[in-house]
């Protein structure tokens, strides 16, 4: 995904051109808070007004754009909710959350992207900062990436660098990187099946004719200009030969030991920290009576 973010001034201006696109039939609004979203003037209105308790703040309009890419189309039409938890996940990450908002996706281009105006005044008259936001924002989209298994940036940016490679080694090249990164995020075949599956990859096992496990094989489904479905199928070692079945086997069982170690750490240091320290008890002396020789009974 790729996020682009101005501050601005006018709210007006921001949320004509935003809306304008959902009065042509060629957006929606996903989701918002604290403003009338049915009514462009009354939004405005809305947004103003909370503005101006803060009238040191000259730059109150948060507009960003996420762009997400083509091949997470597929995901995003059957899971129309994914949209509004990323939309959901940026506000909060950004301290966006709890001022007013409205999300907007734009149909227009053959990419799915949403728009998001926000007012960085707070309902209490305090300012939003926008400080580092280039950075902290850069941070929390590949942390979105991973949690919802979207394509990374560096992904979308690899498929632009092998623009003039034949069709079929170029889908070679980027199956092979998207099961390596579901691989790095798994402790078990299940999970990885998953991992894939958000990518429209499929692992299937290859037997012997007697039943004999003998090797793994990718099938990617995706579909052509017309619409029409078509799937690519890769054995794991022609992918890499780190893909092969005794490969990924080890690296599951690695990660899987890993994850415990962490979880094991994890839960020592926060044990550590809730029990309180336990001071040693002063230790009394005891004093023996003397007999008349001056020893000690």
């Given amino acids: 995904m790729i996020a682009k973010t101005t501050i601005g001034r006018s709210f007006k201006g921001c949320c004509s051109y935003n809306l304008q696109k959902v009065d042509m039939g060629k957006g929606q609004i996903l989701m918002s808070q604290g403003v009338r979203d049915y009514d462009q003037a009354a939004m405005v209105a809305d947004f103003v007004r909370q503005a101006k308790m803060n009238p040191e703040l000259s730059r109150s309009v948060w507009h960003t754009s996420i762009s997400f890419a083509p091949q997470d189309n597929a995901r995003l039409l059957t899971s129309p909710q994914l949209m509004q938890q990323v939309a959901g996940d940026y506000l909060k990450g950004m301290g966006l959350e709890g001022s007013q908002y409205v999300v907007v996706e734009h149909q227009d281009t053959n990419h799915r992207h949403l728009h998001i105006i926000a007012n960085r005044v707070r309902s209490d008259g305090k300012a939003i900062s926008d400080g580092n936001n280039y950075h902290r924002q850069t941070n929390l989209m590949r942390q979105i990436e991973t949690k919802y298994g979207l394509t990374p940036l560096i992904e979308q940016q690899q498929r632009q660098n092998l623009e003039?490679?034949?069709?079929?080694?170029?889908?070679?090249?980027?199956?092979?990187?998207?099961?390596?990164?579901?691989?790095?995020?798994?402790?078990?075949?299940?999970?990885?099946?998953?991992?894939?599956?958000?990518?429209?990859?499929?692992?299937?096992?290859?037997k012997t004719g007697e039943g004999v496990t003998r090797g793994l094989s990718f099938e990617q489904v995706s579909q052509d200009e017309r619409g029409e479905k078509m799937a690519t199928t890769f054995k794991g070692s022609k992918l890499h030969k780190e893909l092969s079945l005794g490969h990924i086997q080890r690296q599951l069982e690695l990660n899987a030991q890993l994850r415990q170690k962490q979880a094991i750490e994890a839960a020592n240091s926060q044990k550590a920290s809730v029990e309180p320290k336990q001071e040693k008890a002063p230790q009394i002396k005891q004093k023996h009576p003397k007999n008349s020789f001056g020893h000690k009974m």
Wanted: glycine share 2%.
């Fill in 164 to 206: 003039n490679v034949p069709e079929r080694d170029r889908s070679r090249l980027i199956m092979r990187d998207q099961v390596r990164t579901c691989l790095s995020r798994s402790a078990n075949g299940k999970e990885l099946q998953a991992q894939l599956a958000r990518h429209s990859i499929r692992m299937i096992v290859n």
